[in-house]
């Protein structure tokens, strides 16, 4: 099992700059991916962006990419998630998740953050 711990929401102005942190613990061994799934009110979990663990490579969804950016610090067992140019629309509790980078993709991670709540206002 891996455990994975969230830091870095707000609430934040339309245009501007968040960082989101996500540390992972625990089975990091077992891990091939790492990424952000968000979900906002009264909607469904949506895909946002994965790294794999070991090539650094990385997918985002069409709504985020150019504005966000994931990374990693292998050293420390986290994953960030750089979020520029912000939009109301981008208002919702993003999870960290680990898995391979399909089960990301697909929204069917095997281990999920606790969330951390993320607000753009207009």
């Known amino acids: 099992q891996v455990q994975l711990v969230e830091s870095g929401g707000g609430l934040v102005q339309a245009g501007g700059s968040l960082r989101l942190s996500c540390v992972a613990s625990?089975?990091?061994?077992?891990?091939?991916?790492m990424g952000w799934i968000r979900q906002a009110p009264g909607k469904e979990r949506e895909f946002v962006a994965v790294i794999s663990w070991t090539t650094g490579n990385t997918y985002y969804a069409d709504s985020v990419k150019g504005r966000f950016t994931i990374s990693r610090d292998n050293a420390k067992n986290t994953v960030y998630l750089q979020m520029n140019s912000l939009k109301p629309e981008d208002t919702a509790v993003y999870y960290c998740?680990?898995?391979?980078?399909?089960?990301?993709?697909?929204?069917?991670?095997?281990?999920w953050g606790q969330g951390t709540q993320v607000t753009v206002s207009s």
């Open positions: 625990g089975r990091t061994f077992s891990t091939y991916a």
């Open positions: 998740a680990a898995d391979g980078a399909s089960g990301i993709q697909r929204v069917r991670p095997s281990s």
